[in-house]
């Protein structure tokens, strides 16, 4: 039997990973549903290998567009907009939906995904940094798992597996530091676009590659972590891992650490994301211990890379400042990538908007989709702000 699998955000990096895994897999497992941004030539392409149930894209435009493409016999249902993304993500048909679109919007269709019972594989970062309790308390609900797709989160969700998470003293996250990794204030101030997005281990999406740059990537897994697995901030500790082979670990109270290796590739922790509780043979590169020779850590240098530490912030005081952490980088991130501010000016944005902002505390969904969307606006005017 098949799992039958939806993916929110196919045609990203994560997107279409997910969909060289299940090439691979198709006797174990069948796309029924995908849902796309822009990128409509490219989910044309994806419908016609996988022959989904439903598609979405992000606007009536790029609907009419990909009708036309398919042709008036194409069997396939079209959605558009945030609408569209909840429609495929509660489809009826589906056990899982991995959920991979970058932003805030991917939050209310992983909520209507629990809500129809869906296992949820989770790749997008901000359902967990803007709404952690609230998704968690859903799943726990609903009976439903959130199965965790970054490296750093399936590392910890493998070694924590048959342990009893009352056992745990410390979860490591681990980070590769990124670009700048020994770069001076100096010279972070000279960062271009180009050399933000030149990632030393990973392939990733322009936004996801800025933040491992900044740390603030690792700064939003730390909040996820501390709702997938339970544990206080204080219990959590970032280092810094250039080789990018150990993608975490679990220190437990007897003073054992666990630790989970393997090689950079995204296709691992999606695999095993999608073939949970089972494990099922691939042929990726495999880990050759011989040519490891160097495995280093050391601390992150929170100086010289404060959104880390702006994160942890933020987590420890809650309520709908993770919410708004989140809009303001991603609105930061946007203005950097177009060129509008520099690097350098990410952090300074953040800042801002977090000290300006009137937290609310045990925040219901409408709180959060508030504070998200009074960041971004607050964002916007902390930028015109630098730029005068």
């Known amino acids: 039997m ?27 497992l069948t796309v029924v549903g995908l849902a796309a941004g822009n990128n409509w030539p490219l989910l044309l392409e994806q419908i016609n290998e996988f022959q989904p149930v439903v598609v979405a894209v992000a606007s009536t435009e790029e609907a009419y567009k990909l009708r036309d493409a398919l042709g008036p016999k194409s069997p396939q249902e079209i959605y558009t907009g945030l609408e569209g ?19 805030v919007i991917g939050l209310s269709p992983t909520i209507a995904a629990i809500r129809a019972g869906k296992n949820i594989a989770l790749a997008n970062k901000e359902t967990l940094v803007a709404a952690g309790e609230l998704v968690m308390r859903l799943a726990g609900e609903y009976r439903i798992k959130i199965l965790p797709v ?19 003293q410390k979860i490591i996250l681990t980070a590769s530091g990124g670009p700048f990794r020994k770069k001076s204030q100096s010279e972070l101030a000279e960062v271009t676009v180009e050399m933000a997005l ?7 999406g322009k936004k996801i590659t800025v933040d491992s740059a900044t740390l603030m990537n690792k700064g939003l897994e730390v909040i996820e972590a501390r709702w997938l697995f339970g544990v206080e901030y204080s219990n959590i500790q970032v280092v810094v891992h250039p080789q990018s082979i150990i993608h975490s670990m679990v ?59 702006l994160a942890f912030d933020a987590g420890k005081t809650g309520g709908t400042m993770p919410a708004v952490l989140n809009a ?61």
């Not at 699998?5 to 990973?17: A, E, H, K, M, P």
């Not at 970054?150 to 745990?168: K, P, V």
């Not at 099922?280 to 020779?293: C, D, G």
């Open 251 to 309: 220190e437990f109270k007897d003073g054992s650490v666990i630790a989970q290796l393997g090689m950079p590739d995204m296709r691992i922790p999606i695999q095993y994301a999608l073939s949970y509780p089972d494990r099922w043979f691939n042929e990726l590169p495999r880990l050759n211990f011989l040519e490891q020779s160097n495995l280093t850590f050391e601390p992150p240098d929170l100086n010289r890379f404060p959104c880390l530490a």
């Open 2 to 28: 098949t799992k039958k699998l939806v993916i929110l955000g196919s045609t990203g990096s994560i997107g279409r990973q997910t969909l060289d895994v299940v090439r691979k897999l198709r006797h174990k």
């Open 85 to 103: 993304l909840i429609s495929v993500a509660g489809l009826p048909d589906a056990d899982t939906v991995l959920t991979a679109v970058t932003g």
């Open 328 to 388: 303001a980088n991603e609105v930061a991130v946007e203005s950097f990538l177009n060129r509008s501010i520099a690097y350098k000016d990410i952090e300074k944005v953040v800042a801002r908007v977090m000290d300006r902002h009137a937290i609310i505390t045990n925040p219901a969904l409408d709180d959060i989709l508030f504070a998200d969307s009074w960041a971004r606006e607050e964002a916007s005017r902390q930028i015109i702000q630098l730029n005068n």
């Open 198 to 204: 030149a990632h030393p281990n990973w392939s990733m």
């Open 150 to 168: 970054d490296s750093e989160h399936s590392a910890i969700w493998q070694c924590l597996n048959g342990e009893n998470s009352s056992s745990i």
